[in-house]
């Protein structure tokens, strides 16, 4: 149990810089995640942290010591991979022992703990199998198994579920939490899945081009983005964002015109996400296009729309059904409607008294 | 794949027919010298064709009286299973290290290995007779062990190194967070996942030592040390003349080791010879 600390942590290869200056304060028994797309120094990151890797530059701190000269071996730190890294020539029995074995516990100690691990994760039936014969599931859980065994300080998760089918990622990913929350040891998890991220984590730290883009909790991350990286990321479909001009109070763009704080204007983009939009028959409304998609999943209805150049997708009722190219008027939520600077993609937030219409 | 193997324009017994006849081409010198070797050696010099040769185990009881076999045999076995020993001692470390580890030249120190496989063997062999000799070690059995290990070495990197290069290194980063030092890892992660690599580059270093003939000439000069192969080249049937059928029981002889152990890898054989060239 840990409380885990990158100080100015920098990682370079060769020219290539695959992490800057990177601070990040995770707390003992946190389940973090790393979240952005491939290249984006979450990996690298977390590898700092396993001691696989060693910061050109700064400090790793774990409980509270320095760690940047110790040897991964040495760091009480246990590590899932994505492609589960099991022995394969060791029985899973034996694969749950090798930490014990490594660190010199005892062997009358050994076979109480390996089952105990195994039970944690129902595999207690297969501990004779080698991996070669288990499931990719039973494989992920048994890499899960051996990192519990010995009850490190941190656990390390790199992409585990993403080898395995849709189904499966889901009944894991709650397996995971739970497992985390009963033994209450400090997780970070890498992944590209922002739905993994949004179930998993306390906090999520988005990071792009070795830069993190955003730190906090799933909701903050989801109703409060910070740049136009990060609301576009967050979120399934993602919000639409739509480049446009303000000035005077008003928001325009092809096909949409709407009310902006005052004080915002030049070249600015708009977001809102789809299940902020709703379609209107009559009266005002900030987006007219016509239908370019219809996409029923059962639960809810995706309308796609073009207007000008963009396409912008909208949450609609279930059972709603349009013709393409049919005209159809859009009203947003007036209380979630983002601006971002075009030029940086940076939040533009309204200022204290924000005129709501 | 799937769908070639059961188109209907595949004939089978044109297919069975050119494996037949082919196997029956590779077949025919062996089962001709086997059963020359068998039978008694007034049927082998006669002119007209015998189709039922009797059984006879005349060559057998020459070779066991006149020819020191067992003592060739011996030095075969001591001098090629010491060298693959040496092989496997040296080959293993330097295979990891030129997979896993970073460092200048790396990937030139590589090459040197690999490149001291495609010299001719006669061109160094007056250095090597000298150096012996200096040593002490002409006709000697550890010489020619020193030899083979040093003639297969490369082979044997390169091989296992191909090996490696298929073990995931995410293997190495999870027994490193586990505890494993380097040479743990080694041990017992990546010397049993490269296991078949490292059993084929034995058998193949093997048949190579097995048949190894130019050095072997020059270091020996007595049954002290003559392997098999030598021996073989020298074998005439002894004073009385060329006799033939002896001369064919002893190359079955030294035939059968290389078959044992052909069969024993054949499934590994053609891997472990394209060397990591074709990664599938």
């Known amino acids: 149990m840990a409380r885990i600390e990158l100080r100015n942590v920098v990682k370079r290869y060769g020219s290539f810089t695959g992490v800057r200056r990177m601070d990040l304060d995770i707390a003992d028994e946190e389940f973090l995640v790393l979240l952005g797309p491939s290249g984006c120094g979450k990996t690298t990151t977390m590898r700092m942290i396993a001691g696989l890797e060693e910061p050109s530059e700064g400090e790793v701190v774990i409980g509270g010591e320095v760690v940047n000269e110790v040897d991964a071996r040495d760091r009480d730190v246990a590590m899932v991979f994505q492609g589960y890294a099991l022995y394969p020539n060791m029985s899973i029995y034996e694969n749950i022992r090798f930490p014990l074995r490594m660190r010199g516990i005892g062997k009358s100690d050994q076979d109480a703990l390996i089952r105990r691990a195994a039970e944690m994760v129902e595999l207690g039936d297969f501990l004779d199998r080698k991996p070669g014969a288990l499931s990719g599931g039973q494989r992920q859980r048994a890499a899960l198994a051996r990192a519990v065994v010995r009850q490190p300080q941190v656990f390390l998760m790199d992409e585990p579920l993403s080898n395995l089918d849709a189904k499966l990622r889901s009944s894991m990913r709650v397996q995971i939490k739970h497992l985390q929350r009963q033994l209450r040891i400090t997780t970070v998890y890498v992944t590209h899945d922002q739905i993994e991220a949004m179930t998993l984590a306390d906090r999520i730290v988005i990071m792009e081009k070795g830069v993190i883009r955003q730190i906090g909790t799933p909701d903050e991350i989801y109703s409060d983005p910070a740049d136009t990286f990060v609301a576009g990321f967050i979120g399934a479909p993602p919000m639409n964002l739509v480049e446009g001009k303000a000035e005077n109070g008003r928001f325009t763009a092809p096909g949409l015109v709407a009310a902006c704080p005052p004080d915002i204007s030049g070249r600015i983009t708009l977001g809102v996400r789809p299940e902020d939009c709703r379609v209107v028959t009559d009266g005002p409304a900030e987006l007219a296009g016509a239908v370019y998609g219809v996409e029923p999943t059962g639960e809810t209805t995706y309308l796609t729309l073009r207007t000008g ?20 008027k859009i009203c947003f939520d007036p209380e979630r409607i983002y601006f971002f600077d075009t030029e940086t993609g940076v939040r533009l937030r309204a200022q204290p008294q924000r005129s709501a219409a | 794949m799937e769908k070639r193997r059961k188109s209907k324009g595949d004939n089978l017994v044109l297919r069975y027919l050119v494996l037949g006849s082919w196997a029956l081409f590779c077949l ?145 980063d999870a027994a490193r967070t586990d505890g494993a030092g380097d040479l743990r890892i080694l041990w017992e992660i990546i010397i049993p996942a490269c296991l078949p690599g490292i059993i084929t580059a034995s058998v193949i270093a093997a048949i190579f030592a097995i048949n190894e003939f130019l050095f072997t000439l020059l270091i020996a000069s007595t049954k002290s040390a003559y392997t098999m192969s030598v021996a073989l080249a020298n074998f005439t049937g002894g004073s009385d003349g060329v006799i033939y059928n002896a001369i064919a029981l002893v190359s079955f002889l030294a035939f059968l080791p290389i078959l044992v152990l052909i069969v024993l890898i054949q499934k590994h054989l053609s891997r472990g010879l394209t060397m990591g060239a074709v990664k599938g």
Request: net charge negative; aromatic share 14%; hydrophobic share 55%.
């Open chain 1, 309 to 328: 150049e963009t396409l912008f997708e909208v949450k609609a009722a279930r059972d709603a059904r349009f013709d393409l190219g049919a005209p159809v």
């Open chain 2, 28 to 172: 025919v010198p062996i089962l001709w010298f086997l059963s020359i070797g068998f039978r008694p050696r007034t049927e082998i010099i006669t002119p007209e064709p015998i189709y039922w040769p009797t059984f006879s185990l005349d060559a057998w009881r020459l070779l066991l009286a006149d020819w020191p076999i067992f003592d060739y045999l011996r030095n075969s076995v001591v001098a090629v299973t010491g060298s693959v020993v040496i092989d496997l001692i040296l080959g293993i470390p330097a295979a990891y290290s030129l997979t896993r580890y970073e460092y200048r030249g790396r990937d030139d120190i590589g090459f040197y290995i690999l490149s001291t496989r495609m010299m001719a063997p006669a061109i160094v062999a007056i250095p090597i007779f000298f150096l012996f000799r200096n040593m002490g070690l002409l006709d000697s059995v550890w010489a020619l062990m020193l030899i083979y290990a040093a003639v297969n070495l490369s082979i044997v990197v390169w091989i296992i190194r191909s090996y490696m290069l298929d073990i995931p290194k995410e293997l190495e």
